[in-house]
Every structure is written in structure tokens, then in C-alpha cells.
């Protein structure tokens, strides 16, 4: 497989589990809620999806037990910020050390299992392109679904009722109540969507992409998640470009190695975060001037001009 | 106000508190310093512990470990052992020995290459327990109760070389490792001459993933190797599972490495290396049991081999496929290594073509040999990452 094709497609199966987080992120950030804990819902995701994989022997069922994971530990996150008030942020990381300290405890047992894993279906025809093919239609039933979901959250965002809302709690929630929407719930009900994603792709990540269980196993693609969703202005294009990049930033140190290109591999492996910074610096003061007003406070903390 | 005033006083209690938990810690250990120098480290010590940097099912080195540790309750059913997984490689690991030492263990064992520091400070603090560390060095005077202990893993590696360079029809071997430690160099080095020594075509390609166990870029690592034509596939990680199962589903061969994974692999298990601690950890139990560790050889950088004949790192089961006519090399090949030769019998030169490593007929000695294991051999594809 020549390189370039390589780098992207494997761009797209490790870009796959950041694209659903973002996502979720993306809904949970329009509707005015942070949510740093993303990369605890994947790694909940991660665990209970290889668990309940394993238990059962399939792996759909994974992906679901993922989803509900996710969306468990969005809960907590939605119940202390949405109903106690308490910092978006600063609660974001405490469900990220909960999911921590909770796979790392119930994953332990589930290590030396073995799963099905979701297996690479090739589409007839269309993998059969030339370059394309492989890099877009020789991926794993997840990732298809991603495909999916990208115009389908942008259908929902931009053109539906409850997208409406969603963005309208996000930009000023007098607005909605005045209207006799309760915020509370619409919030809430974006946030526990936002982790429900985030959890499948944190079950894409073990089920089908590593085909492993670890603690930690996710390694900050949560965070670069909602980097992603940050730089590309929470829109569901642009957000499935940044997924991809990074993706394919991570994909690129075995392939490069493997071919006998001997980079730094300390450099190699940093190259996905100095991309994160790039894309922030270059794309600050549009993004500045696209927050939604809402979700600025959040970010209040530190100026932005 | 009332509450504001409340918290100040619960966070007024909380601090007095700390602080009075850190004294008592102080004034214990000043005490066992004192009381206990003249007691030999780690006699008639009534619990073990060991330390893991991982789980101990992860099909492999944690794995091996905590086999070690169940001999030895199998062989001393009164000693309370105990164990600790994921135990990171920073100052938690010294608090997690810290723990143990309170709860009775004399003899604690520090598995992980990267809990050296930790295994020092807390051998520092207390003279009167053994605490032994499996990989590192110690430069320099060792101290009465510290040791490191290891076995000479390129020794089985070699001959695991020689069942891929037999199986390989691409002739292209593919190595994942996490960090270019001597002892990683060491391993590739060894599996490529070894399976040079029976396929003089076949090259190794490596491909680090900077962490010990990251199923995910084991995987992905996995497929940039077999994208690019590798049929047989091993590793130097943690955790072995991954890189196993990537290879079987693509019907490459594998050979395994810490311990054995056959049946991850069932068609494309060749062999492999695995620990076998037992022996080396109940010896070394029973000398620090008897007070007879300081000035043992376990009170040193305890390295031994096949050519001791008490190599903790052995030859795994052979798989299906292997042939007799392999398995008879493999034998010859061992028994070489066991008298007078080595993986690295010279002449063997670096992948550069220019620098020689090893002159012509020179046999290294054992703890020689990761310190000239400076660069890969002739025949891998990568170079050692620059500083």
C-alpha cells in the first residue's frame, strides 16, 4: 500500500473514535455545555464496550453498552452543572479521573478476554477505487456509521426544531424560557447525546479499532476531541476535517517508520498536539467571534479578544 | 457566614490532621533506622510484595511476575505475598512499597525497568528490608539490602529469530517496541542475527509506539507492518494480546515475547520467549529468609544465562507449524549459546555498513553485551531514534 494511502486510511479508522466524540461534543457545546470529561466517557465507552463484547460475543452490543457507559458518566456531569451550577470545567476533569478510577477497577478482569471484534467490511464496488477505496470503504461498520452521522448532526443542529433549541440554550437561555422551553432539560438532554457519542467511540476504539481492553487505553483522544470541536468553530464539517487530521497525525509515526524513515520518534509522536496548537493559534480570532454567547462564559476566565 | 466559618474550621482539621499523619510517618521511620541496622535485611520477614507496572493478566510481563510471586506462596504457604498491579513508574511507586513495608514485608520486589529510582529511595530508608529490582543497573557501591536481578533475554530471542527467519516467506520480519532501551536494542539485534543465521535475506522492520502498552498504536503499528508485505510479526511491549491477534487475523505468524499467547494465535504461533521467574524468585526469597542476602550474589547487578543454565527467560512451546528440522536447529543453536558462543559472536557490524560492533570471534561477556549493542545490525530496516 503506497504511503499516502496508508497514512489516511489508517487517518480514518484512528480519526473514527475522535470523530464520534467530537461530535457529541459539538451538541453538548452548541447547547452552551463544556464537557471535558468526553475523554472519560470514551474510555467508559472503551471498557464497557470490550466488556460487554467479551460477556456476550458480540460486538453491536458492545457498541450500545458503550453508549449507555458514555452517557452514565455525562450524567454526572450534567447533574453538578446543569442543576448545582458548578464549573463546567473543573467538573469535566473530575468524571474524567471517575472513569479512570472506575475502568481501571472493573476493566482489570476483562484484559485477558477475548472479543469478536467488529470486523473491516469492504463495500463492494466502492472500496474497489483506486486510492479512495481503501482509504473510505474498506473501514469497520463504526466508522461507516460515522460517515452518517456527520451530515446527520448537521441536519439536526441547523435544520430541526430541537436544533433550534439546542443552539438557542447555548447563545442566551432567557430566549428559550421566555418561549416556555425549560433550559435545564435541553441542556441536559445534549450533554447525555454528547456522551452517549463519545462512549462509541470509545467502544469503536477497543471493539474494532485495537481490539483491546487497557486502562487508559484512550490516551487523550478525548481531549483533542474538544480541541477539534473548539478550532473548527462547533460545525459538523468542519469538525469531521479536524477528526481526520488528527487521525491521520496519529497514524503517521508507524508509517513512517515502517518504511525505515527513522524520525525523532519522541517528535513523531508529539506532531497530533503541536497540530492541535497550530490549528488553535491560526484559527483563534475567527473562532473567537463564532462562540456561541452562551457557551463564552464558560471561558471567562481567560480573555479573548 | 456560618458556613463560610464551618469550612474554615473543617479545613482547619483537615491540615492538623495531614499534618499529624506526616509526623507519625517521620517518627516511625526514624525509629526502624535505629532499632534495626544491626539486623541482616529482610531475615525471617513474614510477607513478600511485589510491584507491577501493569495488570497481571496481560499476557505477558506482569503476567510472568505474578506467576513468580505464586510459586513462591507455593513454596513458603506461611508467608503472606503480597502484590500490587498498575503500579505507575514515579513516587507512587515508592508509596505503594512504603505500604507493603508497613504491613510487614522485608523483601519487596520492583518489576518494572522504570521503578529503579523509587526501589533506591526506599531501600535507602530502610536498611532492614531487601528490596530487589528486576532490569535496572545499579552504578557505582550497591548498598547492603539493594540488588538487580535479570536474565539474559536475547539469549531465547536468537532462537526465536531463527523459527521466524525459517517461517518468513516475504523475508520481511516485523518488530513493534516502545522505547530504544539497551535491552530492547540488545533483543532486535539478536532476533534479526538469528534469523539471519538460517535466512541470510531475511530484514527485520521496527516501529516504536513510545509507550509499553498503547493497544492502539500497537494496532495501527501492527498494519503499517503487514500493509507493507511483513509475515511474521513479534514485539517488545507489555502487553502482548494486540499485536497477537492483529497478526492471526491477518494470517501472518507471530512470536511472542514475556510470555506465551498460543492460544490468541492458535495457526500462527511459532515460538517465543517467556519468563519463568519461579526459581530465580524463591531462591532469592529463601537467601534474604536465612539473613544471608547482603554480600550474596543477589547484592549486585545479578545477571545470569543459558551459559549458567539458570536463565529465567526461556524458549516458549513451539507452535504447529514449526518443523522438526527447525526444532533441531533451534536445539544446536542452544546449545552453542550455552558454552561458548553467544547471539553476538562477531563479526557483526551496524546497519550503517561501516561501524563494526562486534570484532571477528569475539564472544561478549554478559554484562558487556548491552553496553556495545549501540546501533541495529546490518539486516534492520529504522534506525535508533537521535536524542
Same mark, same amino acid.
Given at each position: 500500500?503506497?504511503?499516502?494511502?496508508?497514512?489516511?486510511?489508517?487517518?480514518?479508522?484512528?480519526?473514527?473514535?475522535?470523530?464520534?466524540?467530537?461530535?457529541?461534543?459539538?451538541?453538548?457545546?452548541?447547547?452552551?455545555?463544556?464537557?471535558?470529561?468526553?475523554? +472519560?466517557?470514551?474510555?467508559?465507552?472503551?471498557?464497557?464496550?470490550? &466488556?460487554?463484547?467479551?460477556?456476550?460475543?458480540?460486538?453491536?452490543?458492545?457498541?450500545?453498552?458503550?453508549?449507555?457507559?458514555?452517557?452514565?458518566?455525562?450524567?454526572?456531569?450534567?447533574?453538578?452543572?446543569?442543576?448545582?451550577?458548578?464549573?463546567?470545567?473543573?467538573?469535566?476533569?473530575?468524571?474524567?479521573?471517575?472513569?479512570?478510577?472506575?475502568?481501571?477497577?472493573?476493566?482489570?478482569?476483562?484484559?485477558?478476554?477475548?472479543?469478536?471484534?467488529? @470486523?473491516?467490511?469492504?463495500?463492494?464496488?466502492?472500496?474497489?477505487?483506486?486510492?479512495?477505496? %481503501?482509504?473510505?470503504?474498506?473501514?469497520?461498520?463504526?466508522?461507516? !456509521?460515522?460517515?452518517?452521522?456527520?451530515?446527520?448532526?448537521?441536519?439536526?443542529?441547523?435544520?430541526?426544531?430541537?436544533?433550534?433549541?439546542?443552539?438557542? &440554550?447555548?447563545?442566551?437561555?432567557?430566549?428559550?424560557?421566555?418561549?416556555?422551553?425549560?433550559? /435545564?432539560?435541553?441542556?441536559?438532554?445534549?450533554?447525555?447525546?454528547?456522551?452517549? !457519542?463519545?462512549?462509541?467511540?470509545?467502544?469503536?476504539?477497543?471493539? $474494532?479499532?485495537?481490539?483491546?481492553?487497557?486502562?487508559?487505553?484512550?490516551?487523550?483522544?478525548?481531549?483533542?476531541?474538544?480541541?477539534?470541536?473548539?478550532?473548527?468553530?462547533?460545525?459538523?464539517?468542519?469538525? &469531521?476535517?479536524?477528526?481526520?487530521?488528527?487521525?491521520?497525525?496519529?497514524?503517521?509515526?508507524?508509517?513512517?517508520?515502517?518504511?525505515?524513515?527513522?524520525? #525523532?520518534?519522541?517528535?513523531?509522536?508529539?506532531?497530533?498536539?503541536?497540530?492541535?496548537?497550530?490549528?488553535?493559534?491560526?484559527?483563534?480570532?475567527?473562532?473567537?467571534?463564532?462562540?456561541?454567547?452562551?457557551?463564552?462564559?464558560?471561558?471567562?476566565?481567560?480573555?479573548?479578544? | 457566614?456560618?458556613?463560610?466559618?464551618?469550612?474554615?474550621?473543617?479545613?482547619?482539621?483537615?491540615?492538623?490532621?495531614?499534618?499529624?499523619?506526616?509526623?507519625? =510517618?517521620?517518627?516511625?521511620?526514624?525509629?526502624?533506622?535505629?532499632?534495626?541496622?544491626?539486623? $541482616?535485611?529482610?531475615?525471617?520477614? %513474614?510477607?513478600?510484595?511485589?510491584?507491577?507496572?501493569?495488570?497481571?493478566?496481560?499476557?505477558?510481563?506482569?503476567?510472568?511476575?505474578?506467576?513468580?510471586?505464586?510459586?513462591?506462596?507455593?513454596?513458603?504457604?506461611?508467608?503472606?505475598? !503480597?502484590?500490587?498491579?498498575?503500579?505507575?513508574?514515579?513516587?507512587?511507586?515508592?508509596?505503594?512499597?512504603?505500604?507493603?513495608?508497613?504491613?510487614?514485608?522485608?523483601?519487596?520486589? @520492583?518489576?518494572?525497568?522504570?521503578?529503579?529510582?523509587?526501589?533506591?529511595?526506599?531501600?535507602?530508608?530502610?536498611?532492614?528490608?531487601?528490596?530487589?529490582?528486576?532490569?535496572?543497573?545499579?552504578?557505582?557501591?550497591?548498598?547492603?539490602?539493594?540488588?538487580?536481578?535479570?536474565?539474559?533475554?536475547?539469549?531465547?530471542?536468537?532462537?526465536?529469530?531463527?523459527?521466524?527467519?525459517?517461517?518468513?516467506?516475504?523475508?520481511?520480519?516485523?518488530?513493534?517496541?516502545?522505547?530504544?532501551?539497551?535491552?530492547?536494542?540488545? =533483543?532486535?539485534?539478536?532476533?534479526?542475527?538469528?534469523?539471519?543465521?538460517?535466512?541470510?535475506? &531475511?530484514?527485520?522492520?521496527?516501529?516504536?509506539?513510545?509507550?509499553?502498552?498503547?493497544?492502539?498504536?500497537?494496532?495501527?503499528?501492527?498494519?503499517?507492518?503487514?500493509?507493507?508485505?511483513?509475515?511474521? !510479526?513479534?514485539?517488545?511491549?507489555?502487553?502482548?494480546?494486540?499485536?497477537?491477534?492483529?497478526?492471526?487475523?491477518?494470517?501472518?505468524?507471530? /512470536?511472542?515475547?514475556? @510470555?506465551?499467547?498460543?492460544?490468541?494465535?492458535?495457526?500462527?504461533?511459532?515460538?517465543?520467549?517467556?519468563?519463568?521467574?519461579?526459581?530465580?524468585?524463591?531462591?532469592?526469597?529463601?537467601?534474604?529468609?536465612?539473613?544471608?542476602?547482603?554480600?550474596?550474589?543477589?547484592?549486585? #547487578?545479578?545477571?545470569? +544465562?543459558?551459559?549458567?543454565?539458570?536463565? %529465567?527467560?526461556?524458549?516458549?512451546?513451539?507452535?504447529?507449524?514449526?518443523?522438526?528440522?527447525?526444532?533441531?536447529?533451534?536445539?544446536?543453536?542452544?546449545?552453542?549459546?550455552?558454552?561458548?558462543?553467544?547471539?553476538?559472536?562477531?563479526?557483526?557490524?551496524? =546497519?550503517?555498513?561501516?561501524?563494526?560492533?562486534?570484532?571477528?570471534?569475539?564472544?561478549?561477556?554478559?554484562?558487556?553485551?548491552?553496553?556495545? =549493542?549501540?546501533?541495529?545490525?546490518?539486516?534492520?530496516?529504522?534506525?535508533?531514534?537521535?536524542?
Amino acid at each position: 500500500m503506497n504511503l499516502f494511502v496508508e497514512i489516511l486510511a489508517g487517518g480514518v479508522t484512528g480519526g473514527s473514535s475522535i470523530l464520534y466524540a467530537a461530535l457529541g461534543e459539538t451538541i453538548s457545546e452548541r447547547a452552551g455545555v463544556v464537557n471535558l470529561g468526553t475523554e +472519560g466517557s470514551m474510555l467508559g465507552g472503551a471498557c464497557a464496550g470490550y &466488556a460487554i463484547a467479551a460477556q456476550t460475543g458480540n460486538p453491536w452490543m458492545g457498541a450500545i453498552a458503550g453508549a449507555v457507559a458514555g452517557c452514565l458518566l455525562a450524567s454526572v456531569l450534567a447533574y453538578f452543572v446543569l442543576e448545582r451550577g458548578s464549573n463546567q470545567l473543573a467538573t469535566g476533569l473530575v468524571v474524567l479521573f471517575l472513569a479512570l478510577g472506575l475502568t481501571s477497577l472493573f476493566g482489570v478482569a476483562f484484559v485477558s478476554r477475548t472479543i469478536t471484534p467488529m @470486523a473491516v467490511w469492504d463495500v463492494p464496488l466502492l472500496s474497489e477505487i483506486p486510492a479512495i477505496g %481503501p482509504i473510505l470503504f474498506q473501514q469497520d461498520p463504526l466508522t461507516y !456509521l460515522a460517515y452518517a452521522l456527520v451530515p446527520a448532526v448537521w441536519w439536526l443542529l441547523f435544520r430541526s426544531r430541537w436544533g433550534l433549541l439546542i443552539r438557542g &440554550a447555548g447563545e442566551r437561555t432567557e430566549v428559550l424560557a421566555t418561549y416556555g422551553h425549560r433550559v /435545564v432539560p435541553t441542556q441536559a438532554l445534549a450533554v447525555l447525546i454528547g456522551g452517549a !457519542l463519545a462512549g462509541i467511540g470509545g467502544a469503536q476504539l477497543s471493539t $474494532a479499532y485495537a481490539n483491546a481492553w487497557f486502562e487508559n487505553m484512550v490516551q487523550g483522544r478525548g481531549f483533542i476531541a474538544v480541541a477539534v470541536v473548539i478550532f473548527a468553530n462547533r460545525k459538523p464539517f468542519p469538525v &469531521a476535517a479536524g477528526a481526520l487530521l488528527f487521525g491521520t497525525a496519529l497514524a503517521l509515526s508507524p508509517a513512517l517508520q515502517s518504511r525505515g524513515y527513522s524520525i #525523532n520518534q519522541f517528535a513523531l509522536h508529539a506532531i497530533p498536539y503541536v497540530a492541535t496548537i497550530l490549528a488553535l493559534v491560526v484559527l483563534a480570532r475567527r473562532q473567537a467571534d463564532d462562540t456561541p454567547e452562551g457557551l463564552r462564559k464558560v471561558f471567562e476566565l481567560s480573555p479573548v479578544h | 457566614m456560618r458556613t463560610r466559618r464551618f469550612m474554615a474550621a473543617a479545613i482547619g482539621a483537615a491540615l492538623l490532621l495531614s499534618t499529624a499523619a506526616c509526623s507519625s =510517618n517521620d517518627g516511625g521511620q526514624a525509629a526502624s533506622v535505629e532499632g534495626k541496622t544491626a539486623e $541482616a535485611p529482610g531475615k525471617a520477614s %513474614p510477607a513478600v510484595g511485589f510491584i507491577m507496572v501493569g495488570p497481571k493478566d496481560d499476557f505477558g510481563y506482569n503476567q510472568a511476575v505474578y506467576d513468580g510471586a505464586m510459586a513462591v506462596q507455593k513454596a513458603y504457604p506461611e508467608m503472606e505475598v !503480597l502484590t500490587a498491579e498498575n503500579v505507575p513508574e514515579t513516587d507512587e511507586a515508592a508509596r505503594v512499597m512504603e505500604g507493603m513495608i508497613k504491613k510487614g514485608a522485608k523483601i519487596i520486589f @520492583a518489576t518494572s525497568y522504570g521503578h529503579l529510582d523509587a526501589a533506591k529511595t526506599v531501600a535507602a530508608a530502610h536498611p532492614d528490608v531487601v528490596v530487589v529490582h528486576q532490569g535496572g543497573t545499579v552504578d557505582g557501591k550497591m548498598p547492603p539490602n539493594l540488588g538487580t536481578y535479570f536474565g539474559t533475554v536475547y539469549e531465547p530471542v536468537y532462537l526465536a529469530g531463527i523459527l521466524a527467519g525459517k517461517a518468513t516467506k516475504s523475508n520481511k520480519l516485523g518488530y513493534v517496541y516502545a522505547f530504544p532501551i539497551p535491552q530492547t536494542i540488545a =533483543n532486535i539485534n539478536a532476533f534479526q542475527l538469528g534469523a539471519a543465521s538460517v535466512n541470510p535475506k &531475511a530484514q527485520t522492520y521496527v516501529v516504536n509506539t513510545s509507550n509499553w502498552c498503547d493497544p492502539a498504536a500497537q494496532a495501527q503499528a501492527a498494519q503499517s507492518l503487514l500493509g507493507q508485505g511483513v509475515d511474521v !510479526l513479534t514485539q517488545h511491549q507489555d502487553c502482548t494480546a494486540t499485536i497477537t491477534k492483529a497478526a492471526e487475523a491477518a494470517g501472518a505468524y507471530v /512470536v511472542g515475547y514475556h @510470555a506465551d499467547a498460543s492460544k490468541l494465535a492458535p495457526k500462527g504461533w511459532l515460538g517465543g520467549s517467556e519468563w519463568a521467574w519461579s526459581d530465580l524468585y524463591t531462591d532469592l526469597v529463601k537467601t534474604a529468609l536465612a539473613g544471608k542476602f547482603t554480600g550474596s550474589a543477589y547484592n549486585a #547487578n545479578y545477571r545470569v +544465562g543459558f551459559k549458567d543454565g539458570k536463565n %529465567p527467560f526461556v524458549v516458549s512451546e513451539f507452535g504447529p507449524s514449526v518443523t522438526d528440522e527447525t526444532k533441531a536447529q533451534v536445539a544446536t543453536a542452544k546449545q552453542d549459546i550455552s558454552t561458548t558462543g553467544s547471539p553476538f559472536k562477531g563479526p557483526i557490524t551496524a =546497519n550503517d555498513g561501516t561501524t563494526v560492533l562486534f570484532a571477528a570471534g569475539e564472544v561478549p561477556a554478559y554484562a558487556d553485551v548491552e553496553a556495545k =549493542n549501540t546501533m541495529f545490525v546490518e539486516g534492520v530496516v529504522g534506525e535508533i531514534p537521535k536524542k
